[in-house]
């Protein structure tokens, strides 16, 4: 078995015992492998493990990816893409025409520009509602106070679809104290549906705090150093 394939199995175990851990249903939590810094062949390999779903962050990187694994498939089909990194508007067009999720639209503008720029013909671009919960200046996402509105905003636009809130809480290694955020985030999430939108996707939890997102519900988590390795970001940082 190669190195990729043994973590991936190893991430799939993790996630399977926090899910009956918490009681949850088997198989409700999706698993998103994060190829970002990572190599076509990285994810070929994950791939041939049975992982169809990969997120990117940077997006010249993933167009070249794409286009190289254009023909890879799993179960007779193709690989599906989440773009899960900061999104400027500048930057919008490519990310419609090639993405199937955006896990990372951080206010209504973007959404707007990937509804417009959807092309036709293509299924709603999937998508959920970045939400800022650490409350750090640095950090992008909507503010809770805001996460209503905007939602039903984006919910309105006609060429995507809501799915949920993403979040990216601030790296705490205490497990004691990563699941308050996440808790905060799935009761946005529960409170959006109690107002009838129909979300059903809380994605949330990283290599290091997974555990802790899954018993708060999460139902995609973004993996990528536990399945990868560590990454090295070269002359971009
Ligand atoms: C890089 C990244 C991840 C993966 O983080 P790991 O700690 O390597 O698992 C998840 N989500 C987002 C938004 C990322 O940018």
Redesign the pocket.
């Known amino acids: 078995m190669s190195t990729i394939a043994a973590h991936l199995d190893d991430v799939l175990s993790r996630i399977a015992n926090a899910t009956a851990q918490a009681g949850r249903p088997t198989g409700s939590v999706h698993l998103l492998a994060?190829s970002?810094t990572f190599g076509p062949d990285a994810v070929r390999e994950a791939a041939a493990a049975g992982q169809r779903a990969f997120?990117e962050?940077y997006v010249q990187e993933s167009l070249e990816k794409m286009a190289v694994l254009a023909r890879e498939t799993v179960d007779g089909e193709p690989l599906e893409w989440h773009f899960?990194?900061p999104l400027q508007s500048n930057k919008t067009r490519p990310v419609a025409e090639h993405f199937a999720w955006v896990?990372?639209v951080d206010r209504l503008k973007i959404a707007e520009r990937l509804s417009a720029q959807r092309p036709a013909g293509m299924p709603a671009l999937q998508v959920c509602l970045q939400v800022n919960i650490s409350g750090e200046a640095s950090k992008s996402g909507v503010p809770p106070e805001d996460v209503p509105a905007v939602a039903r905003a984006i919910a309105a636009l006609p060429n995507l679809r809501l799915r949920g809130l993403?979040a990216?809480p601030e790296p705490q290694t205490d497990p004691a104290r990563q699941r308050a955020p996440f808790r905060a985030v799935r009761e946005l999430f529960d409170a959006l549906r109690a107002d009838g939108l129909a979300l059903d996707t809380l994605s949330m939890g990283?290599?290091?705090d997974l555990e802790a997102a899954i018993a708060e519900g999460a139902t995609m988590v973004?993996?990528?150093?536990?399945?990868f390795g560590a990454?090295d970001y070269g002359p971009r940082a």
Do not use: E, L, Q
Request: proline share 0%; no cysteine.
């Open positions: 994060v970002k997120g962050n899960i990194g896990h990372s993403m990216i990283m290599s290091g973004r993996i990528g150093t536990a399945i990454r």
